[in-house]
Every structure is written in C-alpha cells, then in structure tokens.
C-alpha cells in the first residue's frame, strides 16, 4: 500500500528535478510566506470547519509551493465535498512566466472519508487578471484516471483601508465518475461566496461571510444517494493570518 501511494511522489520528484536544475532558482533573492485561514462554516443541515494553508520558497522567478486545505463535519467525518476536497496536500514547483503569471507543476495527494485516498499530478497557472481578478486554475489526473479542471477566482473591494470584502468562486469538471470518493463526471461543484474581513494588522484579519454551494450531474445523484444535500447556504466566520 505505501509503495503504491508515494510512487506517484517519487516519479514526480524525478520529473521536477529535471524540469529544475539547481542553477534555475533565484539564489540571490529567496524570500518565503505562509497564508492561513480556518473557518467555521454554520449551517442546521451540514455544519463544518474548513481550513487552507499555502506556504511558499523561493527567489521572484522560481518557487516551491506546498499547500494544504480540507473540510471535517462536526461530527468528525471527512467532507468528501462531491469528491473535490476532503483533507488535500499538494507539492507544486512554480516558474514566473509574465510579470503577473505563473506556471507551476507537482503532485497531488487527497484523503477522503473511510479513508479512501488518491494520488495525482496537477499543472495549471496562477496570478492576476485584468482589473485586480486573482485566478487559479489546475488541470489534474488521478490513479484513477480521472482527469479534472479546477478553477478558483476572488476579487478583493476595498470599503476601507482596513474592511475588504472578497467575493469568490470555486469550481470543479471531471472527465469520469469516481464513485468511491461521490464524483461524478461533467461539472461536479460549484460554490459562490462572499467573505467580509477586517484587518487588525495587515496580517491578521477576522471575517464573515456566506457562500452557496452546488453539486451537479451526477455528482449530485451520487451525494444524494448517501443521504446528503445536494444544495448548501451557509454563513462563514473565519480568521486569515498570514506571516
């Protein structure tokens, strides 16, 4: 079992280490950062606590990104979320490739509830739109052969220096059904949302917010065949630190 979850890590490592050879990251300038946010997601029908951390090291041109999000029921159980959460980790070198843009690839290992688990390699592009838009999108395939889209976008309004609200997207496509984690082909998930946060210092910042979930297709058939709903509003209250 071990074997067969790190070999996609090992052959990943051995990909990145060519694709980066020594001399291609940025010595003379390397920084580092840490993002943060748990929130507490309230709701009569499936409250839950959700957390995402991203760390990143590296020079302005070359970084290595480590990023880590899940989301556990109150009542302890892994939320499989339609297949596109659970307790996720990812390894990502990244490469500046305009001066608001980069490129990263790396590998992918989630945990579902029972236990189930999938490995992955992932390769997409990360920065900023026109008009401030931050956007993460992830092209990715499992050991299971299912190969997915996930896009992420939020933009921030400043309403002062210190209050900024953050409406949001999220959204996930899946070539195949992965009955075992609930998800299903076709557009699988999506969530909109809208965070409202006070920054006590630039890198502290308690928030609220709502947000509106979806599943879709049949992913939606295969989350309401465990007895779950297939629709969600829930308030948020959270805190972001970053350092």
Do not use: C
């Amino acid at each position: 079992m071990a074997s067969t979850i790190t070999r996609p890590f090992i052959l990943a490592a051995l990909v990145l280490a060519v694709a980066m050879p020594a001399q291609a990251m940025d010595y003379d300038a390397l920084n580092g950062r840490v993002d943060a946010r748990a929130e507490k997601r309230i709701s009569s029908i499936a409250p839950a606590t959700e957390w995402a951390a991203s760390a990143w090291f590296g020079g302005d041109r070359d970084k290595l990104r480590l990023e880590n999000t899940g989301i556990v029921s109150d009542d302890g159980r892994i939320d499989n979320e339609g297949g596109t959460k659970g307790i996720d980790s990812r390894f990502f070198y990244s490469r500046l490739i305009s001066d608001f843009w980069d490129a990263k690839a790396g590998v992918q290992f989630t945990v579902f509830d029972a236990g189930v688990t999938r490995t992955g390699f992932l390769a997409g592009v990360e920065g900023l739109a026109p008009y401030g838009l931050h956007v993460d999108a992830v092209l990715g395939v499992s050991q299971t052969g299912v190969v997915s889209a996930r896009l992420e976008a939020s933009y921030d309004l400043l309403f002062s220096q210190k209050l900024i609200g953050t409406p949001y997207l999220e959204a996930m496509v899946a070539s195949k059904d992965d009955p075992a984690i609930q998800l299903g082909s076709g557009l699988s998930r999506f969530e909109l949302g809208f965070r409202l946060r006070y920054e006590i210092a630039k890198e502290v910042a308690p928030y609220v917010g709502i947000s509106f979930e979806q599943y879709t297709g049949n992913t939606a058939s295969l989350v309401a065949a465990a007895g779950e709903p297939t629709s969600l509003v829930r308030a948020l209250v959270g805190l972001k630190v970053w350092f």
